[in-house]
């Protein structure tokens, strides 16, 4: 009886092995996993030591290979990320900048990004984007403060986030011009550089999407806030 009880558990584990690996591999492919993360990584190691403790009831030798080679490939996969993760590093604007607007984004793929571009001083008058003209860069305002013009009127004044989220993937028109308004620091990349790292890394375009989208809606938010409070007071 106990050693039917102790059959039960190892053939429970190997089931959930099989569940593991198959519904990683599933939320990999569904793009909810990331292949190159730690999540998929972890997942794929518990997976292969549910399947090989079963083993122990049932042998089986090219099995119990796939699963033994398969923890060991797990282990040097979560053994590379922590050595990548540990040895990128950042300057303190650049880890403000992260930590504002690609909050998501894991640090390998962070550095290769801030990279490709360049940290700049501007000065007052300077234009960023040029209402009606395509958009050639994406900007990162870091301190400073600039103008947000529309036919001829200064609409706002943004003191941080993105500039030219909304079409310097597309290179379409620009929705406003934007002015540099007081001495600025901003981080600068080239559109031609983020559609390149969009076509080589799926999970980077997903990550850029959603930071810039989230500084639209932050500013949207804000606009919404402004027009309200200017409502109140007409
Ligand atoms: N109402 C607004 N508030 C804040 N920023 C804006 C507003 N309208 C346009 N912008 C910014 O100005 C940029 C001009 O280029 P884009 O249209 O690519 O992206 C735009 C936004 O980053």
């Not at 591999?25 to 997976?47: E, K, M, V």
Request: with cysteine; net charge neutral.
């Amino acid at each position: 009886m106990e050693h039917f009880l102790t059959d039960q558990v190892f053939n429970a584990a190997g089931l959930a092995g099989v569940v593991v690996y198959l519904g990683s591999y599933a939320l990999l492919q569904a793009g909810i996993l990331r292949g190159g993360g730690y999540t998929y990584a972890i997942l794929n190691l518990c997976a292969s030591s549910l399947v090989l403790i079963s083993l122990t009831v049932a042998f089986n030798l090219s099995s119990a290979i796939i699963q033994v080679s398969w923890i060991v490939i797990s282990l040097m996969g979560i053994a590379r990320l922590a050595w990548i993760n540990g040895h990128v590093r950042f300057s303190a604007e650049e880890e403000a900048m992260l930590q504002q607007v690609f909050t998501d984004m894991p640090r390998p793929m962070a550095r290769r990004f801030l990279n490709r571009g360049n940290w700049i001083d501007a000065t007052e008058g300077a234009i960023l984007t040029e209402e009606g003209t395509p958009v050639a860069n994406l900007y990162y305002l870091a301190d400073g403060e600039v103008q947000v013009i529309s036919g001829g009127q200064v609409i706002c004044k943004i003191t941080s986030g993105l500039i030219g989220e909304m079409n310097v993937l597309s290179g379409g028109e620009a929705s406003a011009t934007v002015r540099i308004a007081t001495p600025s620091r901003l981080f600068v990349i080239s559109g031609d550089a983020l559609r390149r790292l969009n076509a080589r890394d799926p999970d980077f375009r997903n990550l850029l999407g959603k930071g810039m989208s989230r500084d639209t809606g932050r500013k949207l938010m804000s606009a919404n806030a402004r027009w309200s409070e200017k409502a109140a007071a007409d």
